[in-house]
């Protein structure tokens, strides 16, 4: 059996392993009122996606929290992208704003969300505002880095050959910077999830948090599970993707040699 085959099989029996002996220990030993088990949580999906939930359609609830998790990781990433750059090649700026930086990332983020449904209401921009400030910090610090990280013989030798700042910055500080960048953007999109669903955990009239604030309100156990279910298989595919377009984008990277390898 070829390697990866192998892993996905282990894989594969772990996860059935682990249902099996949650539905087995939900229907003898523990209350499934509050822990549920795999067959309500499979039920509660079907009911979902075959009847729509208490507030329309299933489809609907997750059109509206994809739309604020996409915007807010957009967002987000652009604004942590381009500080994190120009304050990682300005050193002075970079220390000036530091104490503020540090303050602003030691704020409870995840707090704001009520904040921000004061501010902005319970619409689509409160819910955004949420996942952006998730999404900014994670990507601002390694984008930072990253750019703080490169060559400064390339820099300075680009620099003799008469590129401008505009040029260094496009050709050798944003490319040496990628790899740090997307190392970000692969947990970014996580954090924009968990900003949009808290922010309407918080307050909304659709969306996924909506579900699970509902679930909690009814002590309905499967529900959570189902809504957080589902949150993590748009999370997985939106890892996918975005590893798809990293493996496009960064092409001209070599390729990785595994620790075992020797040279002949």
Known sequence: MPAKARLWSVRLVLVV???VSW??????WIDPFFYSKPSAIWHRLVGWFTEGTAFGSIWTQLAVTLEEAVLGFLVGSLAGVVLGILLGRARFVAEVAAPFIKAANAVPRIVLASLFIIWFGLGLT????TAVVLVFFAVFFNAFQGAREVDRSLVDNARVLGASRVQVLTSIIVPSATSWIFASLHAAFGFALIGAVVGEYAGADKGLGLLISNAQGTFDAAGI???MLVVTVVALLAEWLITLFEN??????????NEGTTNA
């Open 17 to 19: 392993i682990w249902l």
């Open 23 to 28: 539905e087995i220990t939900a229907t003898h």
């Open 126 to 129: 409160s819910k955004v505002a």
């Open 225 to 227: 599970y189902a809504a």
């Open 248 to 257: 496009r984008l960064l092409r001209w990277r070599p390729p990785v040699r």
